[in-house]
């Protein structure tokens, strides 16, 4: 029977809600021996795998309530539950020992990108689950059947919200933003050991984030330089809903708030095409990713 995303559990007690996606991959490699100078395999062994998960939620300010944007989460001898909803013939969904789930107990869990823009419905963070095994050669991943979920509940939605960077000499809004997508540019290589087939060690080697953003007022562009220029300051904002309303009050301390202190701008692009408004985009590089879920808006 056909299944649906779920909320998964990343760690004890941690749930990741309102789950838009939700993908597993092996990452497995198949080697291939064959006898001298033969054209077909003689023999097929399972080669090294990378089993990761990839996740899409809407509720951006739970999640970075979870993980680091600069550091992640990293669960050890812990619960990870991937869960998909079994879907019932004739009707919703199947009851209790219905369900199928994926389930580890170690991984490096990272936030990858979040998004917004100008009348999408939410913005959207993405989540990385990386496993690894103690023994390297034990698969850190089990497929069960049978499950039972556990109860659901909904958090909140965020909407796309303003911009601010120093043009020229002082932070100010970029006028006209349409979107903008940050990158928390976190590099993580898994390494096996003593002929290990899945990886026991996870590290964080490199942080390179950015955000970009488009926007239509080319005014704001010329304000960045011709190519390149310096930055002090740059936050987006991802504006909270209100549930039965519109959005609360950007003075109140509820929005998520994603800014660099000192970094480079460099223009990216700038065009039109027919009667369509043109687009102007550039690139924000920063030394550190700051991520804030309690923050109001200027």
């Known amino acids: 029977m056909a299944e649906t995303v779920y909320d998964a559990v990343l760690g004890s007690g941690n749930a990741l809600k309102q789950v838009r996606s939700s993908q597993y991959s092996p990452n497995g490699n198949i080697i291939l021996g064959s006898a001298s100078g033969a054209i077909d395999p003689s023999a097929l062994y399972g080669g090294p795998a990378n089993p990761t998960a990839l996740f899409e939620t809407g509720d951006v300010a739970g999640a970075l309530g979870l993980m680091s944007v600069s550091t992640g989460l990293h669960v050890s001898s812990g619960t990870i539950t991937i869960p998909y909803n079994k879907r019932a013939n004739g009707g919703a969904f199947a009851g209790t020992l219905s369900h199928m789930t994926i389930s580890g107990t170690n991984a490096l869990i990272i936030p990858v990108q979040i998004s917004g823009s100008q ?9 990385q689950v990386i496993f690894y095994s103690t023994t390297g050669l034990a698969n850190p991943v089990t497929f069960n059947t049978g499950a039972t979920l556990a109860a659901q509940t909904f958090n909140v939605m965020y909407d796309f919200g ?20 940050v990158n928390t540019g976190l590099v993580v290589v898994p390494r096996r050991y003593n002929g290990g087939v899945y990886p026991s060690k996870l590290f964080i080697v490199q942080r ?10 080319f005014d704001d562009a010329a304000a960045f330089g011709t190519v390149y ?7 987006v904002y991802a504006r909270k809903r209100a549930d039965g309303g519109t959005h609360v009050a950007d003075a109140t301390e509820e929005h998520v708030k994603l800014s660099f202190a000192a970094g480079i701008s460099d223009i990216r692009s700038l065009g039109g095409s027919d009667r369509t408004n043109g687009q102007a985009s550039i690139m924000l590089t920063g030394k ?3 991520a804030a879920t309690t923050s109001a808006i200027p």
């Open 119 to 127: 009348d999408n419905e939410a913005v959207i963070l993405t989540v």
């Open 162 to 181: 303003p911009v601010y960077a120093d043009l020229g000499s002082s932070s100010a809004q970029i006028a006209e933003a349409t979107g903008w997508t």
């Open 208 to 217: 390179n984030p950015t955000i970009e953003i488009t926007f239509e007022d």
């Open 229 to 235: 220029d310096a930055l002090t300051s740059c936050a």
């Open 288 to 290: 550190a990713l700051t």
